[in-house]
């Protein structure tokens, strides 16, 4: 059987890093997108080749620009003929506490680009191919709730881009199923620092009181459901906002609408 071969965006590190863990353990080829992680991503692609047997080839492209997101996947369509899974997991954010007021328009500029324009930059050059496959799964990245569209205090270009997103997975969900292509998102709860990349073993034993469950939360949640998603008998899943939260009020009761 053909082995499928992924995209993931911002994959050499963090929760992309998990993810390609996760996949290539599934026997699906990685390409590793970065933006400034070179080393990381080399290494990332090494390793999964080792462990795996997978093909794994790192390319350099800032998503929050049309013209690398198309280099891109011209780059991508070098190492293999067709793309079949595509993971938006880059996803830039500031982290500094700002008004819709205080933000500059570059800024605002970066992170729907980045967050929301993306996700159309990539898409739409992938979704051909998959449409000539008969098989494609897309996987974003949101927030808990994002298709609620909530308030979300100081994080106003964030959390707009990505309901955004939630609208447009739901909608190529719509679109491209009679294609056998199925799009959902995958929306992480308060994982953080270094659990981004360790795996749920290594949280047992840690003691959470914010988060129901009672366990901080991993990369390894999130690339458990995005391995799940992109199975062939998973294809009656789409159009679906899953939340990954361990059933935490992550942006808490005060702050969204």
């Excluded at 949640?221 to 008998?233: E, H, K, M, P, T």
């Amino acid at each position: 059987m053909k082995r499928k071969t992924a995209l993931i965006t911002g994959g050499s590190t963090g929760i992309g890093k998990s993810i390609a863990y996760k996949l290539a353990e599934q026997h699906v080829n990685l390409i590793i997108n970065y933006r400034s992680s070179e080393k990381e991503a080399l290494q990332l692609c090494r390793n999964l080749t080792e462990t795996y047997g997978t093909k794994n080839f790192p390319i350099k492209a800032d998503i929050t620009n049309f013209t690398e997101c198309e280099n891109l996947i011209e780059n991508a369509n070098k190492k293999f003929s067709a793309i079949d899974i595509l993971v938006h997991n880059a996803g830039p954010y500031i982290h500094e506490k700002k008004t819709l007021s205080e933000y500059k328009a570059d800024e605002w500029q970066y992170l729907i680009n980045g967050n929301l324009n993306a996700v159309f930059y990539l898409s739409s050059k992938l979704i051909p191919q998959m449409r000539s496959n008969q098989w494609g799964r897309i996987i974003t990245i949101g927030f808990d709730r994002a298709d609620t569209a909530p308030g979300w205090k100081y994080r106003s270009a964030y959390a707009a881009a990505k309901t955004g997103v939630a609208s447009l997975t739901k909608t190529i969900a719509l679109e491209e199923a009679p294609y056998g292509i199925t799009a959902n998102m995958v929306c992480p709860g308060d994982i953080i620092g270094e659990w981004k990349e360790k795996q749920i073993d290594s949280a047992l034993n840690f003691k959470d009181d914010e988060t129901p469950i009672g366990r901080p939360g991993t990369g390894e949640d999130i690339s458990r459901v995005i391995a799940f998603l992109i199975d062939n008998q998973s294809d009656f899943i789409t159009g679906s906002i899953i939340p990954v939260t361990g059933g935490k009020d992550v942006l808490g009761k005060n702050i969204h609408c």
